[in-house]
């Protein structure tokens, strides 16, 4: 059975850092990409960041350029989603996702769902 298992959210003040974790399991065969979304209170779920398991390519939406990173250990089966210098309109359930193309996941059209973890920057 495909899970996808997010984990490293928590409460972080401005200017922290966190990093979360997905892994993935009960895939047979490889897919060829992998996102992070997030969802506010009282906002549409939002891509934040899409990988390409291909050739690594990588997307961020403009908000978080410069701040979040997106990584992918192939070993452990697990994406990773570093953020760093954290604002209070960070704040957000995290979702891990699988989408069918690198392509579709900019356009948020996915395949497969995690529980998400939530992440709250306040001071």
């Known amino acids: 059975q495909l899970q996808l298992v997010e984990s490293g959210g928590g409460l972080v003040q401005p200017g922290g850092s966190l990093r979360l974790s997905c892994e993935v399991s009960?895939?047979?065969?490889?897919?060829?990409?992998i996102g992070w979304f997030r969802q506010a209170p009282g906002k549409e779920r939002e891509v934040v960041s899409c990988?390409?398991?291909?050739?690594?390519?990588?997307y961020y939406r403009d908000s978080v350029k410069g701040r979040f990173t997106i990584s992918r250990d192939n070993v452990k089966n697990t994406v990773y989603l570093q953020m760093n210098s954290l604002k209070p309109e960070d704040t957000a359930v995290y979702y891990c996702?699988?989408?069918?193309?690198?392509?579709?996941?900019?356009?948020?059209?996915?395949?497969?769902w995690g529980q998400g973890t939530q992440v709250t920057v306040s001071s």
């Open positions: 996702a699988i989408p069918p193309t690198y392509r579709l996941c900019m356009l948020s059209h996915v395949d497969y």
């Open positions: 009960g895939f047979t065969s490889d897919y060829y990409a």
């Open positions: 990988m390409s398991t291909s050739d690594g390519s990588a």
